[in-house]
């Protein structure tokens, strides 16, 4: 508990300060290099630790792929290219995946599956962070941000906290494993 206070009192300040003032461009980095490190995570936790080194090995180059498509999404975000690059996105992200997974000798089992999970990622992450760079880009938008950022942290204290108290069954415990439901 002291140690989530204490990263809360130095990341809050750096965070809001991030928001707020830099432009709209660096903003869109930051969001960018946050959903390169997320989406490593999401890969990571989606595989699982116990997945044997080659299974790793052999899935580094898709889930490289996702993650640089899913940096190219908050491009996109940035320059507010959803409506007329997204089909493309989608086209040229499913259509590389696959290509990609074939040609590094996968079977056609692994092959799928890897694709599945880089292209989920891709939207569960990236598309979702990158609304952050669309909200900063409307007017108020820093605020918005802010608030959107409020809730959600309120949202999982509060569930945190109530979960400990009352919940019994864990929620998810491969993920997340002091998470618990009534």
């Known amino acids: ?24 461009f660096l903003f869109a980095g930051l969001v960018a290099v946050v959903v390169l490190l ?3 995570e999401f890969y990571r936790l989606v595989l699982g630790p116990a997945a044997p080194a080659g299974v790793w090995s052999a899935r580094y ?15 996109m975000a940035y320059h507010q290219a959803w409506d007329t690059a997204l089909p493309f996105l989608i086209t040229a992200l499913v259509m590389t995946m696959g290509g990609a997974t074939l040609w590094f000798g996968k079977d056609l089992h692994l092959a799928l599956t890897d694709v599945a999970l880089a292209v989920f990622g891709v939207w569960y992450v ?35 906290y109530v979960g400990r108290a009352v919940g019994r069954t864990p929620l998810a415990p491969r993920v997340s494993p002091k998470k618990t439901m009534a």
């Not at 206070?5 to 709209?24: I, K, M, T």
């Not at 180059?61 to 491009?75: D, H, K, N, Y």
């Open 126 to 160: 990236a598309w979702l962070l990158g609304h952050l760079v669309v909200l900063r880009g409307l007017w108020g938008g820093d605020w918005l941000v802010l608030f959107v950022l409020w809730v959600t942290w309120i949202g999982d204290s509060a569930a945190y």
């Open 38 to 40: 997320a989406q490593l």
């Open 61 to 75: 180059p898709t889930m490289a792929l996702g993650a640089a498509f899913g940096v190219g999404v908050v491009v």
């Open 1 to 24: 508990h002291a140690g989530r206070v204490l990263s809360a009192l130095v990341a809050l300040p750096v965070l809001y300060a991030a928001v707020r003032y830099l432009p709209l």
